[in-house]
């Protein structure tokens, strides 16, 4: 079951530039919409989260904009940086605890 | 804090043996989760545990397959007979359910079946 459907699938981006990568579900039962972040050799780890109750969260350079009625969610990077190079995956979650990850995005950030 | 204990973290097996991963989640934590990660499929959900509980398993690819979570802290991934389709990175996570629900991934298995 696709429940999820991210893109873009890669993305190259100039150091400074803006990262945009967008989340579109279907379930109306998700509760929580994280985005995770991987490096290479790595497991994937919480980057940033928010709950359908608020329609944007800001940490740092990072923010997420939820739309519920359009059910879609998404990451933005401001001022990327190298060190932002890596894949990041939405993950909403349903109310019995199950994280749907999407296909993941690959991020080149370009010095 | 330990974080999410995960071995071996690489196997290297032949086609038709028996290969068990393991894995120590967060104390505390009462769910625990089974991805697997491919290039070619991603990140899948194999089966996940509450409170020591095989909640879903419908991700398990076959009767090959098989999980188990004794108790809090441990659970097995065990594949018999390995096939080299199973190669891939086998990763264990953990959370508390009820919270914020953060994922706590570990770093990983990297199995390879020759």
């Known amino acids: 079951q696709q429940q999820v459907k991210q893109s873009p699938q890669s993305l190259i981006v100039q150091k400074g530039g803006i990262s945009i990568i967008n989340c579109a579900y279907e379930n109306t039962a998700f509760d929580y919409f994280p985005w995770y972040q991987q490096f290479p050799g790595k497991g994937p780890a919480l980057l940033i989260a928010?709950?359908?109750?608020?329609s944007e969260k800001k940490e740092g350079r990072f923010t997420i904009s939820f739309n519920k009625s359009a059910k879609q969610f998404s990451l933005h990077i401001m001022d990327s940086q190298p060190g932002d190079s890596a894949t990041y995956f939405c993950a909403p979650r349903d109310t019995g605890n199950q994280f749907y990850f999407g296909t993941g995005t690959s991020l080149t950030v370009i010095p | 804090d330990a974080g999410v204990i995960q071995s071996p973290r690489h196997e290297v097996t032949e086609m038709g043996q028996e290969v068990t991963l393991r894995c120590k989640p967060i104390?505390?934590?009462?769910?625990l989760f089974w991805y697997r990660q491919t290039m070619m499929r991603g990140l899948e959900l194999l089966i996940y545990?509450?409170?020591?509980?095989?909640?879903?398993d419908s991700g398990m690819p076959e009767d090959r397959f098989s999980a188990k979570m004794p108790n809090a802290s441990f659970s097995t991934l065990k594949i018999q007979p390995s096939e080299p389709r199973d190669s891939a990175v086998y990763f264990c996570?953990?959370?508390?359910?009820?919270?914020?629900?953060?994922?706590?991934f570990g770093e990983g298995s990297r199995l390879t079946v020759l």
């Open positions: 928010i709950r359908p109750d608020v």
């Open positions: 545990f509450n409170n020591n509980v095989p909640i879903d």
């Open positions: 104390s505390g934590h009462n769910s």
């Open positions: 996570a953990s959370s508390l359910w009820g919270t914020t629900g953060e994922l706590f």
